[in-house]
């Protein structure tokens, strides 16, 4: 089965990294946003805001990295910031709940 594909950009700065992903984040693509935030997590600015203006679908192993990197994130006194969700992402977390349980601005 071919998975479409998913891009992840990282921009640091000192006070905070952007994590700009595009495409699907399914279980064939949730291991390369994981290994993306977890890598910056090595070095954890305040602020990591993942940017999801690009995504098209979120299946539900997506929406636990989505929960398990925002609580790793905590751990390591960082903060985990959810930006331009779509419509179609919003409807998902509002249904899951999951938008209580995230920080998404």
Do not use: W
Not at 18 to 43: C, M, N, P, Q
Request: charged share 20%; aromatic share 2%; hydrophobic share 45%.
């Amino acid at each position: 089965m071919e998975h479409a594909e998913l891009t992840i950009e990282v921009t640091r700065k000192p006070t905070e990294a952007v994590v700009t992903a595009s495409g699907e984040i399914d279980g064939g693509t949730v291991h390369r946003l994981s290994e993306a935030v977890e890598g910056i997590l090595v070095d954890a600015p305040p602020r990591i805001v993942l940017d999801l203006d690009g995504v098209t679908f979120c299946d539900s192993q997506g929406l636990g990295t989505l929960v398990t990197l925002s609580q790793k994130a905590r751990m390591m006194q960082s903060v985990l910031v959810i930006t331009n969700v779509g419509k179609y992402l919003t409807r998902v977390l509002d249904v899951t709940g999951l938008r209580q349980v995230l920080l998404i601005s």
